[in-house]
């Protein structure tokens, strides 16, 4: 199994930035993905970027320009720099991992963004 930690969300003004971090641990092999996600409330969870062990990488529309995923595959950790955040951004932040037997999900962070 893998187990993930995140860390990072908290509250901040409109136009601020936060920088969200995921640690996986466990039985991790080569090929991978690391992403984030989120979900209000009353809605379903959706996709905010994830990036694979290859470095590849996949965005939301509504975050291209302003939020940027990365990894280090030595820390099995991914970070998630929000820029520009605006108050549509609040939600949990959910990191994932998956791989050819696994997917799995964190505990989630909670980020504000106050108007």
């Known amino acids: 199994q893998v187990q993930l930690a995140e860390s990072g969300g908290g509250l901040v003004q409109a136009g601020g930035s936060l920088r969200l971090s995921c640690a996986a641990s466990?039985?991790?092999?080569?090929?991978?993905?690391m992403g984030w996600y989120r979900q209000a409330p009353g809605k379903q969870r959706d996709l905010v970027a994830v990036i694979t062990s290859r470095g590849s990488t996949n965005y939301a529309d509504s975050v291209k320009g302003r939020f940027t995923i990365s990894r280090d595959n030595a820390k099995n950790t991914v970070y998630l720099q929000m820029n520009s955040l605006k108050p549509e951004d609040t939600s949990v932040y959910y990191c994932n991992f998956r791989d050819f037997s696994e997917n799995c999900w964190g505990t989630g962070t909670l980020v504000t963004v106050s108007s």
């Open positions: 466990g039985r991790i092999f080569g090929v991978n993905s």
